[in-house]
């Protein structure tokens, strides 16, 4: 920092948006008024209503710390540390993927799914990552138990500590599982969740600078995308008891497909369901 700094919020703000809108982020502004919302410990409408206020040097410190970051396109969500999704508070690093506001939608389809059952049930979260998904159903559904499986552990350390903060530990139990490993046993769940990996592997590479920092391991659906898809679809059956439900999330493009495999993987009532911004994103069937 030079010494033609600024003194207050508001001229910080400015610089702030300036040097990110040279770097290429978007909406430049927004990601400034988050920062130094964070580094004020405010909310984000109140650091620009301190637009006249001159900034500590610990402040001015903090705040710019992470604008360089933000800069270096790393993630706002990774920046800050969190991310809010349903109502929730998750904490995030760059072992998980960070929550989508479309799978807050995911969520309410599957709360939705699990409530016409009309009694206590069991849900499995496949790829829990950040334990978002399992920890809002949790939260949405008292009487419900989450089982939140990943085979990453540092996602799956996450997702422990995300449950516990979210007041929901008790009903969430964090499993170290193996989609591609063979189940045995009795179909136990009631219902399965799963927002998947669904990004064919040679489109990954293509993708925004800040997606790129999530984990390859959160986004890669194989060579057709859809290698996670086909295995939950194709396990289902096993896991799922009968009249149970499974409720995928899914990429642009993989409608057809994916109904496709869960009636392969011989589940009924398969339909697809578009999300808030009109596209073909999730499909429910019953096992
Ligand atoms: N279930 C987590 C989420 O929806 C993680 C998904 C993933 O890693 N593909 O954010």
Not at 187 to 207: C, H, K, M, Q
């Amino acid at each position: 920092m030079s010494g033609s700094e600024p003194t207050t919020a508001a001229g910080w703000l400015a610089k702030a948006e300036a040097f990110l809108a040279e770097k290429g982020v978007p909406e430049a502004s927004v990601n400034a008024e988050f920062l130094l919302a964070e580094a004020l410990g405010v909310g984000r409408g109140q650091a620009k209503a301190e637009g006249t206020r001159t900034l500590t040097r610990k402040e001015t410190l903090r705040f710019w710390e992470t604008v360089k970051s933000r800069g270096r396109r790393i993630p706002l969500a990774y920046v800050l540390g969190w991310q809010p999704f349903a109502g929730c508070r998750i904490e995030v690093d760059d072992s998980v993927l960070i929550p989508r506001p479309e799978t807050e939608e995911l969520v309410e389809l599957a709360a939705r799914e699990a409530e016409s059952l009309g009694r206590p049930v069991h849900i499995v979260d496949v790829g829990t990552g950040s334990g978002c998904v399992a920890i809002a159903l949790a939260r949405r559904l008292p009487d419900a138990v989450v089982y939140a499986t990943d085979v990453s552990s540092s996602a799956l350390r996450l997702a422990e500590s995300n449950a516990m903060a979210n007041h929901v530990s008790r009903r969430v139990k964090v499993l170290k599982e193996d989609l591609f490993k063979p189940h045995s046993g009795a179909p136990w769940a009631d219902v399965a969740v799963s927002n998947p990996p669904y990004i064919p592997s040679a489109e990954v590479d293509r993708l925004e600078p800040e997606v790129l920092k999530e984990p390859r391991l959160a986004l890669d659906g194989g060579k057709d995308g859809l290698l996670h898809l086909r295995a939950i679809a194709g396990d289902a059956k096993r896991l799922v008891k009968p009249g149970g439900r499974v409720l995928l999330e899914f990429g642009a493009g993989q409608a057809a497909d994916v109904r496709a495999l869960l009636v392969k993987g011989g589940l009924s009532a398969v339909r697809i369901v578009k999300d808030a911004q009109g596209m073909d994103r999730f499909a429910a069937a019953t096992v």
